[in-house]
């Protein structure tokens, strides 16, 4: 699950997972997604400045629901200054389809011991 607002950033970043193997259900907005969640997935790829609920809701959302599993937070702020759930990963924008790659690869790393 992909869940940007900024429609070029989303239609790269829904790229970049695509050529990495993965299957992708993009939403512009924290509601989008909810709404899109009908199972789980793997991984959530999502802003943290989404229009309508945070980032951060949305992790909370979609955790409580059972509907999530790994989750990276995309944000144009430095790392010090966002608050990361539990296991989620921080990517800071802007980011390239390799440090993107790192990170999908470090959590699934992790979350395979």
Do not use: W
């Not at 070029?8 to 939403?27: C, F, M, P, Q, Y």
């Not at 609920?53 to 999530?68: C, F, K, M, N």
Request: hydrophobic share 40%; net charge negative; glycine share 8%.
């Amino acid at each position: 699950m992909l869940a940007e607002d900024d429609g070029l950033i989303r239609a790269n970043t829904a790229e970049t997972l695509r050529d990495l193997g993965h299957s992708v259900t993009e939403a512009a907005s924290g509601q989008e997604a909810i709404t899109l969640a009908q199972d789980s997935f793997d991984l959530l790829v999502t802003d943290i400045g989404l229009p309508d609920i945070s980032g951060q809701q949305l992790v909370e959302e979609l955790r409580t629901a059972g509907r999530v599993f790994e989750v990276i937070l995309a944000s144009g702020h430095a790392r010090g200054t966002v608050d990361i759930p539990d296991g989620a990963q921080l990517i800071t924008k802007p980011y390239s389809p390799e440090d993107l790659s790192r990170v999908i690869s470090e959590l699934f790393v992790h979350r395979s011991r």
